[in-house]
């Protein structure tokens, strides 16, 4: 497509979430450790499996993903399969992403997971290949105890004689420790973790994204400065200063300016949804309204029914948990599942839930709890 000569904004991909940079900055250390874990695989090697964690933004899965590239690009033994567990949040969608990526089409549903690892695996064997996998937002795994992968690809080498790599990405540094022991003494490999940007490292992180996506010349300094400075309040998060930018460019062009100026970024700052005072005891699960659409969009069909239920208004300041599980059940929600709903929900960060005092005397006084939305 013909670039406008007048545009401000000449391509907008590097200022995009899927952006992957051909440069990784200010993440030398972490890229040099995640390659060193993963070059066995182009040997035909067991890789060492690697959990990688750190606030949002801080780089996590543009590191991983730029690592397997060039993996990839290098060797023609390795088979990559990346899974955000999000929308694969079951072991038996992982191990189809797998099955993918090895060249057989699996399934979701239908055939045991062991059948369907045995069947990855044979056709790995086969082809002389080794897998990397990886798990991205793997914290999304835990709430049905689907991070039982783990132990399925970890063992694969032992129980199937194919070597398969995980990369466990998270934004919580303590899941991994969650684990059933089995699954933590099978997994090993190596901790990686990822630091929040510096609001020096942001601006360079903005500038190098400009100079790809805007008209040269067509910034003020300043405006990259409160995009990183903004970022940087977001804990360190790259992303929100990334979007920020894109945000400010646009204002820019609306006005039918040639040059983002700094007044631009202050008023995209002034319109993000995370720069909006929260309360210091509460500190949000999500950062921008995309990451809170992706949680809800792979929201099972009876979560889906519990969150209708609290954002009704005479809800908002929470239900206790004894009506909550009282609505669900005329939903044929038995109250045994919908526990197991409401704590997967309360894991992803979507509910809040507090103790309050029950009725004195009464059978299970002291345990009800009141639960809200995040």
């Known amino acids: 497509m013909p670039v406008n000569e007048k545009q401000l ?7 995009l979430p899927d952006y992957a940079p051909e440069n990784v900055l200010h993440r030398e250390s972490e890229l040099r450790e995640l390659a ?30 730029h690592v397997l590239k060039e993996l990839i690009d290098s060797s023609d033994r390795v088979c990559v399969a990346i899974a955000n567990c999000w929308q694969n949040n ?15 089409p699996l399934p979701r549903r239908g055939v045991a997971t062991d ?10 064997k086969a082809d002389k290949k080794t897998a990397i996998v990886l798990l991205d937002e793997f914290d999304a795994l835990f709430p049905r105890g689907e991070e039982k992968v783990l132990y399925d690809l970890s063992r694969a080498n032992e129980q199937y004689g194919v070597n398969i790599g995980v990369i466990a990405i998270t934004n919580d540094a303590g899941l991994l420790a969650r684990a059933d022991g089995r699954i933590r003494s099978s997994f090993g490999g190596r901790q990686l973790e990822f630091k929040q940007y510096s609001p020096v490292e942001l601006k360079d992180i903005l500038r190098e994204r400009a100079k790809k996506a805007l008209a040269p010349g067509a910034y003020e300094d300043e405006a990259l400065a409160l995009c990183a400075a ?17 945000a400010a460019a646009r204002i820019a ?11 631009d970024a202050a008023v995209a700052v002034k319109q993000s949804a995370v720069s909006k005072p929260v309360s210091p005891s509460f500190e949000p699960v999500f950062k921008t309204a995309a990451q809170l659409h992706k949680a809800r969009e792979s929201l099972s069909e009876a979560e889906k029914r519990a969150m ?16 909550l599980y009282a609505e669900l059940e005329r939903s044929g929600i038995k109250e045994r599942t919908a526990r197991n709903y409401i704590e997967s929900l309360e894991k992803r960060g979507l509910i809040k839930t507090e103790a309050v005092q029950g009725t004195p ?14």
């Open 115 to 124: 059948e369907v690892i045995k069947r990855v695996a044979e056709m790995l």
């Open 308 to 323: 209708e239920i609290l954002e009704k208004p005479e809800n908002a300041n929470g239900i206790t948990s004894g009506d």
């Open 361 to 374: 005397g009464a059978l299970g006084a002291g345990r009800t709890r009141r639960i809200r939305l995040a």
């Open 90 to 104: 079951s072991r038996q969608a992982i191990l189809s992403r797998l099955g993918e990526a090895a060249g057989m």
């Open 9 to 15: 904004i000449r391509d907008e991909r590097p200022l």
């Open 230 to 246: 903004h970022g940087a309040k977001a804990g360190g998060d790259a992303r929100v200063a990334i979007e920020s930018l894109l």
């Open 36 to 65: 060193e874990a993963l070059k066995p695989a182009a040997e035909g090697r067991k890789p060492q499996n690697v959990f990688a964690f750190g606030p949002p933004g801080t780089g996590k899965t543009t590191c991983a993903k």
């Open 253 to 263: 062009e609306r006005r039918g300016a040639q040059k983002l100026e700094e007044s």
